[in-house]
């Protein structure tokens, strides 16, 4: 499912993230560290999309067109759930 | 599609965004504003994972069980990119 | 403090708003509706950050330079509140 | 002008996301990959704004209470830039 593209997207973000803590440490000013962070944020959720895009092509596809409607039922249950939590962070 | 409750909700939200207008209209205090404008977006998000539940539950399952791939693909692409856009607001 | 422009830009988004309410009792395609309150959001995020920045060069000024502990430890904690709120909507 | 609980949080962040990398590695299920991505950037926006309010009650009454225009305004300036980019990310 998960593809090669996403992994080395995840340690290029973490990377960012320890340069943010060398930031942190060598007492950079905050608002560029919170900058810094929310760079980080932007990049986790671009992660975040193509995780899901992958997830709706594969599994979401593969349940709906199977037979069980309770493995239907909670794929789609979860896509709500992913996407109302995307609205509080 | 649009059940009743999603027409209720949202002729709620226009109500208390009006309140919003009222209070900048009376000279409110900033902060105040701030925070309504704030629970009104928080409304509004639960608005849209609602119509996306309901819009999964029909359409969604329509176009995935149906024989046509470009439908299906065009389908599951709007729920990256509602998904991908709830990050950003 | 308010200005005349955070008024008609409130006035705006509620007409936009209203706009949706209309497509939802025309029963609009769900992801349109979606995708439009998405821009309401978005303009509601704008408005806020205007009224913030009113906010910091008229009260937040006065209460910084003034000699009241209290309401200057008040006023600078109301802006986290919001900026953390603002990370939740 | 940093604390060490921002650090140590940051650290505590670093060793979160390596987790989730190693889900990714592992082939976890698609759906629990992003409900920890989304916990991660929760986590990211709480240290945000604890350095915001280190920041306000730090450098931000000094610029204020200071005599530098320039400086006051720059410094307010950056309030509301990162405000605005918090309802983005």
Redesign the interface.
Known sequence: ??DEN??KR??T??GH??G??RM??E??Y??D???Q??A???A??????R???????S???TA??GSDKKE?ERV?????E????????
Do not use: G, P, W, Y
Not at 51 to 57: F, K, P, R, V, Y
């Open positions: 499912m998960m996403t992994l995840l340690k973000i973490e993230l320890r943010v803590i942190v440490e007492d950079a905050c608002i560290v919170i900058r962070i929310q980080v944020e932007a986790l959720n671009k992660v975040s999309s995780i899901l895009e992958d997830h709706l092509n599994c979401v596809i709906i067109q239907r789609l249950k979860e896509i709500t992913v996407f109302e939590m995307s609205t509080k962070v």
